[in-house]
């Protein structure tokens, strides 16, 4: 058990992070996130605040034809400071026509409901922080929708073409969208989204009715071999897929030049934002800013960020720090290919060593493919720049495949846009 912002978390279960991470890859792991934090924003004007205050353009911000956000569907971005840092990154979720829910993380909520109060002066709306109020779980992995199809009251209604970063219901069943249920009469707010990049959902619901939720999924996946999973395991995982962690990777410093452009407004040649929001001073500063780049080693070994670690040109010189390192154990290298366990066209016998994974911030921009040096107190380890780490993520799969096709999520042709 570790303490985290406040809450006493498991750093992994029995199975371990080795395995539990693994089993988010190849089948359905669930994960207790109640320490995230939940913001109600209520009102005629709640729509204008959150343009003001979010980075993302709710008017073109919905799949790759960027069309407005509507209720039924929520987008991932952050809310900044005046000067252009990371308060905190969020989700946003449009309930109904002037009702939105934000997702914030372990102990933002008091923060970010105070910048948005501070910021509505003159608003017809209403922020409600509901910090400890909402029980969250998550199941993520390929086998999640087959698993959520044995407790859902109506399962193929609920998931039938549900799009990645959509969701159902509500967890109080007195909203205007509370109409998915598990057993029949525990109202949740379903949402096809997760902090993984693989295929799955998250689960809001009445903190009262939680541990019956959790255990129904666990009961029902367990023929599929669903566990548990810790803090470790999401760690790994959401390093894996390219997600920062607020306030280590993304933080007191400009949100600009890192692998996260989608968060912002961006016009379609990238040299403007498509609106005016709290701490677009960014785009001025984006020539002269750090740039954040992932990485991927050789094998598992990691550097402590902690030590802290430092990047090391080729001539040893120290260009920048490192943020995060971990070590993803399902993929591994093949001469200079990295493959998955969930590749489709991964060699016979492929067997993942592991492979270190992070971040760095630098004070140039690196190029793809550049070798670096990671350097803190016991070793140095040479890794490489890159613009992806684990290939053959499942976040982004038709979910009518991922319903009843076993056999084919790892092919990677039929991707939602």
């Known amino acids: ?22 089993i988010v890859i190849a089948g359905a792991g669930v994960f207790d996130t109640s320490h995230m934090s939940a913001i109600m924003i209520n009102g005629p004007e709640a729509f204008d605040l959150l343009q003001r205050c979010f980075t993302k353009d709710l008017n073109a911000c919905v799949s790759k034809s960027k069309t407005p956000l509507v209720p039924g569907r929520c987008v991932y971005g952050a809310y900044l400071n005046e000067m252009g840092e990371v308060l905190d990154d969020a989700i946003v979720y449009q309930v109904a026509q002037g009702n939105y829910t934000t997702i914030v993380n372990a102990g933002m909520g008091a923060t970010v409901s105070q910048h948005l109060k501070a910021h509505a002066a003159g608003l017809e709306v209403d922020v409600t922080d509901l910090t400890d109020k909402v029980g969250k779980m998550d199941i993520q992995g390929p086998l999640s929708a087959r698993v ?15 799009a990645y970063f959509s969701f159902k219901g509500h967890f109080d069943e007195k909203s205007v969208a509370a109409n998915t249920f598990v057993h029949g009469t525990i109202p949740v707010l379903l949402s096809r989204s997760g902090y993984t990049g693989e295929f799955g959902f998250e689960i809001f ?39 920062p962690l607020s306030h280590q990777d993304i933080g007191p410093c400009p949100f600009i030049n890192h692998p996260w452009p989608f968060a912002l407004p961006y016009s379609t040649d990238e040299t403007a934002f498509t609106k005016r929001f709290i701490g677009d001073r960014i785009l001025k500063l984006r020539e002269t800013a750090e740039h954040t780049h992932p990485f991927v080693g ?13 990047v090391l040109d080729s001539d040893g010189e120290q260009i920048g720090v490192v943020l995060t390192c971990v070590a993803d154990m399902a993929i591994g290298r093949v001469g200079d290919r990295i493959y998955s366990i969930a590749s489709p066209d991964k060699p016979e016998g492929f067997q993942p060593r592991g492979l270190c994974c992070g971040f760095v911030r630098v004070k140039s921009r690196l190029s793809q493919g550049q070798e670096v040096e990671l350097s803190d107190n016991r070793r140095k380890i040479r890794v490489v720049i890159v613009d992806d780490i684990r290939p053959h993520r499942t976040a982004r799969r038709l979910i009518d495949e991922m319903m009843y096709d076993t056999n084919s999520y790892g092919d990677g042709r039929h991707n939602e846009t």
């Open 1 to 22: 058990m570790l303490e985290f912002s406040g809450w006493s978390m498991p750093l992994w279960y029995t199975a371990g992070a080795v395995a539990e991470h693994q």
């Open 148 to 162: 959520l199809m044995k407790v859902l009251k109506s399962p193929e209604a609920t998931l039938k073409d549900m």
């Open 205 to 243: 619901v009445d903190p009262s009715q939680l541990v019956r939720v959790w255990e129904a999924v666990l009961e029902a996946g367990a023929s599929y071999g669903v566990i548990p999973c810790g803090l470790a395991a999401r760690d790994s995982l959401r390093t894996g897929a390219v997600m």
């Open 298 to 310: 050789y094998d598992p070994r990691k550097v402590s960020v902690h030590d802290p670690a430092v």
